[in-house]
């Protein structure tokens, strides 16, 4: 059964501490060109989500103009009126 060492358990805090800053350091170099990729991306679909909300909003503009035309079309026209219903009650 082999035993760990003293000196391996430093060698390894050692190549911990080591790859954490470094870890850190190419985070403190890749940040800002990562977070201009994420906001890039955050515009483009806020834009595209726009765009599709304002075509939706003129394709139902004028649909509705559409309807109403119809509606008026369709609208029936005032029957003659043939006048003035009264009702009778006989009286014996």
């Not at 850190?24 to 515009?43: E, S």
Request: charged residues 25%.
């Amino acid at each position: 059964m082999d035993h760990a060492s003293f000196q391996s358990f430093i060698k390894t805090i050692l190549i911990l501490v080591l790859v954490y800053y470094l870890l850190k350091f190419a985070f403190k170099l890749l940040a800002p060109y990562l977070l201009h990729k994420a906001v890039n991306k955050v515009t483009e679909n806020f834009q595209k989500q726009q765009q599709a909300y304002q075509n939706q909003q003129t394709d139902t503009s004028q649909s509705n103009n559409f309807e109403t035309d119809i509606k008026q079309n369709k609208i029936p026209k005032e029957k003659k009126k043939v006048g003035e219903y009264i009702d009778f009650e006989e009286i014996e």
